[in-house]
């Protein structure tokens, strides 16, 4: 088969993570979404072994605030100098104003930190926000006649000028005469960047795993 060869760089999946998360940081997370709505906030959550320990609001520097997030090149820097300090960049949060609380295809596209637990805070709901956690990891980068194959089966939807995405749900039947490329009960996404210079362009390959959030008091 075309993409079979492609499979064997497909990572072993990990078992959901935990993150705790003291509500006073939930709190801030769900003020701070509030108070830029109906623009989309982000920020930065310090801490070791999925214990938060503090948070960062971050500046969001995407051209489209009210559908995009992009953090800040000085709250980065900020989370290097814990790794200096012993501690993680143990989460990154984003709020999505009218949208679930589920990572979108631009979402897991910009997902950069595979280690680091993604909370995206809804306000689908004003009156009772809804926050969720997931790791978004990079399983697979398909390129040449296995992109192709993906390009010809797979009904592929403009998330954002130039950028495709298909989400297939963990039940979801695969529609692609290949293989499934990750096993039943893993959601995923698929995507690729119409711009990226190469023909066909590469197709990516990022899970989407759900985090046992904890939210102390």
Known sequence: MILQAAYFSIKCLVMPARLILP???YQAITAHARSAYPDEVCGLLRGRRGRVSDLLPARNTAPNPQRDYQVDADSLLQALRWEDEGDELVAIYHSHPASPAYPS?????????PDSVYLILSLQRPDAPELRGFQLRPEA???DEAAEAFL????????RPGLWGFYLAPDAIWPARDPRPLAAGIAFYLVFDENSGRQPPPVRLISVLPVALSIQL
Do not use: K
């Open 105 to 113: 295809a631009v979402d897991a596209a910009n997902a950069f930190y």
């Open 141 to 143: 980068v398909f390129r």
């Open 23 to 25: 509500h006073s940081f």
């Open 152 to 159: 010809q089966d797979i009904p592929f939807e403009q998330a």
